[in-house]
């Protein structure tokens, strides 16, 4: 079974507008992270936003925010007033205890003018 | 403050030759990571090490694949020889370290590109 499901392989959002993009998760472990991060077409590995499993309120960090919601295991970013620059792959991620990232498919989001 | 450093960025070989990809991770991070990322695959975690010790090499997919961390401040992945499915890129990442069970933030380093003709 898949440990981090994105159900959106793209996306085209009107630019000004929020996004939301999905991340549902599968574990055992009472202690995980969970993790966005950007991969715009140059290529690398951008940290957005984190959310720890015994955080008791929504991450936020600039225009992004994770809608963690525990008892569905999902974990959607938002991203409101999208910008142009916003356009790249989206990666969901998961740590479990002090391990490894193990990472979803990811979204390529697409903002149009 | 500088980032993740990998090298090269860009590698060309052909199959059977040895390649040796390279990593300094941010310093006083204690934890590196490498990944690969494939079409196929996705991406996924190749090893990790903490204070220079290997933790976790479930990841590495066969023999041909070695990873060192000989000190705080230098990482190697080799693969020897090298085959065209090993295409791909390579990721080093770091983070702090400092706890056993606590999430911390992966910084990643802008990756090297591997082509194996």
């Known amino acids: 079974a898949q440990k981090i499901t994105q159900t959106q392989p793209g996306m085209f959002v009107q630019e000004k507008e929020a996004v939301t993009l999905d991340c549902t998760y599968d574990?055992?472990?009472?202690?995980?992270?969970l993790f966005w991060y950007k991969q715009p077409s140059s290529g690398e590995m951008i940290f957005l936003i984190y959310?720890?499993?015994?955080?008791?309120q929504n991450a936020t960090e600039g225009r992004y925010s994770l809608n963690f919601q525990k008892a569905r295991k999902s974990a959607n970013l938002v991203i409101s007033a999208s910008q142009l620059g916003d356009s790249a792959m989206y990666f969901c991620a998961m740590m479990e205890g002090a391990d490894g990232l193990t990472f979803g498919k990811g979204t390529h989001l697409i903002i149009q003018p | 403050d500088a980032g993740v450093i990998q090298s090269p960025r860009h590698e060309v070989t052909e199959m059977g030759q040895e390649v040796t990809l390279r990593c300094k991770p941010i310093s006083g991070h204690n934890s590196l990571f490498w990944y690969r990322q494939t079409m196929m695959r996705g991406l996924e975690l190749l090893i990790y090490?903490?204070?220079?010790?290997?933790?976790?090499d479930s990841g590495m997919p066969e023999d041909r694949f070695s990873a060192k961390m000989p000190n705080a401040s230098f990482s190697t992945l080799k693969i020897q020889p090298s085959e065209p499915r090993d295409s791909a890129v390579y990721f080093c990442?770091?983070?702090?370290?400092?706890?056993?069970?606590?999430?911390?933030?992966?910084?990643f380093g802008p990756g090297t590109r591997l082509l194996v003709l």
């Open positions: 990442a770091s983070s702090l370290g400092t706890s056993g069970r606590v999430q911390e933030t992966q910084y």
């Open positions: 090490f903490n204070n220079n010790v290997p933790i976790d």
């Open positions: 574990t055992s472990d009472p202690s995980y992270g």
């Open positions: 959310q720890g499993s015994y955080d008791q």
